[in-house]
């Protein structure tokens, strides 16, 4: 069987693999860690008043506390990877908890202009069956008056193509500001499609912060994509049915766009 796709058909959703079938094919970040935030002590205040601290013990271990007006601060310990996306600009992730209980915490800092997003994925079970959902809460730099990350519509009508390591590749086609077409070209998923649920928010110059939830596999991803490096990365939380165990799995990719639709002008018109 060659890459070609010309011929692929339509694969039913009772036919789709385990989530887990893309473990062994990204491969690991290429991108590495950065010991920028190692020693330091990071307080963003969010816009619903809660308060997220993380103090870098070293470069790879972190305390991560959660205070509020109304109750005692929610501490935990974990391991973390900090990747330097552009300069200043950091994705911070890092796990805590385990089985349905863990969390998948990611989160956004551009320490230049202050602002911050915090992205906290979990499971729940629905209908029988575990669920994902992800909480987004845009925050700031304590000591700055930073205006918090906007909802941007800057990848609508891009289809982008996406090389996570030798052996996968996908295709997105960004339909609308909450809504995207992805499509495995190689790999694992080869000939998987869907349309799912997305945001998207501006960091920086050509910088998004990614969010994609899926409706058939438990996915909830969080990723920077960079148009002018070329490039994402990111991460993928979710739940492998086969072993009833949460999935983790770090990713990055080069990207090129493809191209830009944009709709005849009597596109309005009756």
């Not at 070609?4 to 887990?20: I, K, L, R, T």
């Not at 729940?124 to 069956?129: N, Q, S, V």
């Not at 996968?168 to 998923?189: K, M, N, Q, S």
């Amino acid at each position: 069987m060659t890459d070609d796709n010309s011929f692929q058909d339509y694969v039913p959703v009772d036919e789709w693999p385990s989530v887990s079938v893309m473990l062994d094919g990204f491969g690991e970040q290429t991108l590495p860690a950065s010991p920028a935030l190692a020693a330091t002590t990071v307080t963003l205040l969010g816009e619903d008043g809660r308060s997220f601290t993380m103090a870098f013990r070293d470069d790879s271990s972190l305390t991560w506390t959660i205070g509020t007006e109304a109750g005692d601060p929610e501490s935990v310990e974990a391991t973390y990877k900090a990747i330097e996306a552009r300069p200043g600009i950091f994705i911070i992730d890092f796990v805590h908890g385990a089985g349905r209980q863990m969390r998948d915490v990611t989160v956004v800092l551009h320490q230049n202009s202050g602002a911050a997003t915090v992205a906290v994925s979990a499971l729940h079970e629905k209908d029988g069956a575990v669920k994902g959902s992800t909480e987004f809460t845009h925050a700031r730099l304590e000591g700055t008056e930073a205006a918090f990350h906007q909802r941007s519509a800057g990848l609508v009508g891009k289809r982008i193509y996406y090389r996570y390591s030798d052996v996968e590749a996908y295709e997105h086609i960004y339909l609308t500001p909450g809504t995207f077409v992805w499509h495995c070209l190689r790999g694992g998923e080869k000939g998987l499609a869907d349309v799912d649920r997305i945001l998207a928010f501006e960091v920086a110059e050509d910088l998004y912060l990614f969010f994609w939830t899926e409706r058939v596999m438990t996915v909830e991803s969080v990723l920077l994509v960079d148009l002018r490096e070329e490039r994402s990365v990111g991460r993928m939380f979710g739940w492998d049915d086969p072993t009833e165990e949460p999935l983790v799995l770090p990713f990055n990719s080069r990207l090129t766009v493809m191209n830009t639709t944009e709709y005849p002008q009597d596109h309005a018109k009756h």
